[in-house]
């Protein structure tokens, strides 16, 4: 999920708990242990490819909750004039930190919680990356102490802790998924019922939006192709209207700069992430005979700027010239 919603749960979550009677940090610990784990963006010095490699990595497990719930602590007790129970400020770093991969295991991109025993990408896909009405909830639950205080200064009434909205909010976040995971299983089923171009399915896939819960991306792979819908639960399926990718017929040469393209990092480590590629073969301009291999990311097309992409310039003779990873994190 994004830094806001990772931010506003561990504000919920220090309030709903009353963790505030733990110690009276819990506030801002909470806020830096929700976001702790996205530490790995360090890893983006060493260009895209690499941070594609290690984000959600090392720093997204339960076996490194642990130890990474020690670090909003310590920060906090730098700053902090006075000292504090050691022991309880733990405990809330430490529930603050497991809802961020409990987070991200909601969404399309993926969480890889089971390292270091297992490398294995597991999702849930059943809510976007940004989702407006979990955003819409936990704002509401964040300002809505903010407001009452001004309403109860106005009346001399006591002012409200919060901790009733912030616990309401908090509940609705596993009755969303939910919901939304009984649709999600709704739009695979819609899509995986259907022959496309007399072929049926080997796989199907159902991309949450931003928006409506009722609006998936429906993405169909078949023997021959793959197909990608706007699909709607409220509305007649059609499997004839959709954007259709034909696999590409690899010849000797095609086979041979895939092969080729395989043997590098740069593929080695997008395949390993990406669960619906699709590959694509052009000549290149120069030099002469060389083909330009190419592979997206179908989860996350776009088919004028792929937000993830893989390039290789493979010769005659079956060399590597040169291999490229594009990330544009805008079209994500």
Do not use: C
């Given at each position: 999920m994004d830094p806001l919603t990772h931010t506003l749960t561990g504000l919920a979550l220090a309030r709903a708990g009353g963790l505030k009677r733990l110690t009276v940090h819990a506030v801002p610990i909470a806020l830096l242990a929700a976001n702790a784990p996205d530490l790995d963006i360090v890893t983006a010095a060493g260009g895209s490819l690499n941070y594609l490699h290690y984000h959600r990595h090392l720093t997204h497990t339960f076996a490194a909750a642990p130890l990474l719930a020690l670090l909003p602590v310590l920060l906090v007790r730098l700053f902090a004039r006075k000292p504090f129970d050691w022991k309880w400020a733990y405990v809330v770093s430490l529930l603050a930190v497991l809802t961020h991969p409990l987070l991200d295991w909601m969404n399309v991109y993926g969480i890889r919680f089971l390292l270091p025993f297992s490398g294995e990408w597991r999702r849930?896909?059943?809510?976007?990356?940004?989702?407006?009405?979990?955003?819409?909830?936990?704002?509401?639950?964040?300002?809505?102490?903010?407001?009452?205080?001004?309403?109860?200064?106005?009346?001399?009434?006591?002012?409200?802790?919060?901790?009733?909205?912030?616990?309401?909010?908090?509940?609705?976040?596993?009755?969303?998924?939910?919901?939304?995971?009984?649709?999600?299983?709704?739009?695979?089923?819609?899509?995986?019922?259907?022959?496309?171009?007399?072929?049926?399915?080997?796989?199907?896939?159902?991309?949450?939006?931003?928006?409506?819960?009722?609006?998936?991306?429906?993405?169909?792979?078949?023997?021959?192709?793959?197909?990608?819908?706007?699909?709607?639960?409220?509305?007649?399926?059609?499997?004839?209207?959709?954007?259709?990718?034909?696999?590409?017929?690899?010849?000797?040469?095609?086979?041979?700069?895939?092969?080729?393209?395989?043997?590098?990092?740069?593929?080695?480590?997008?395949?390993?992430?990406?669960?619906?590629?699709?590959?694509?073969?052009?000549?290149?301009?120069?030099?002469?005979?060389?083909?330009?291999?190419?592979?997206?990311?179908?989860?996350?097309?776009?088919p004028a700027h792929p937000p993830f992409r893989v390039t290789a310039l493979v010769d005659r003779d079956g060399r590597v010239l040169e291999s490229s990873f594009s990330f544009d994190r805008s079209r994500k």
């Open positions: 849930l896909d059943i809510v976007s990356l940004v989702d407006v009405w979990i955003w819409a909830v936990l704002l509401l639950a964040a300002a809505a102490p903010l407001l009452s205080r001004l309403v109860s200064s106005e009346i001399g009434a006591r002012p409200p802790s919060g901790r009733g909205i912030a616990i309401a909010a908090l509940l609705f976040l596993p009755l969303y998924a939910f919901g939304r995971s009984l649709l999600h299983e709704r739009a695979l089923a819609v899509l995986d019922s259907r022959l496309y171009d007399g072929s049926p399915a080997v796989r199907v896939a159902a991309i949450p939006g931003a928006f409506s819960p009722f609006r998936w991306t429906g993405l169909v792979e078949t023997g021959p192709m793959y197909a990608l819908f706007d699909l709607s639960l409220l509305s007649q399926f059609d499997p004839a209207e959709g954007r259709f990718l034909y696999k590409p017929e690899m010849g000797p040469r095609e086979k041979a700069a895939a092969e080729a393209a395989l043997r590098t990092d740069t593929f080695k480590i997008f395949l390993d992430f990406s669960q619906y590629p699709y590959w694509r073969f052009t000549p290149a301009d120069t030099p002469e005979d060389a083909i330009r291999v190419e592979v997206v990311d179908l989860r996350f097309y776009n």
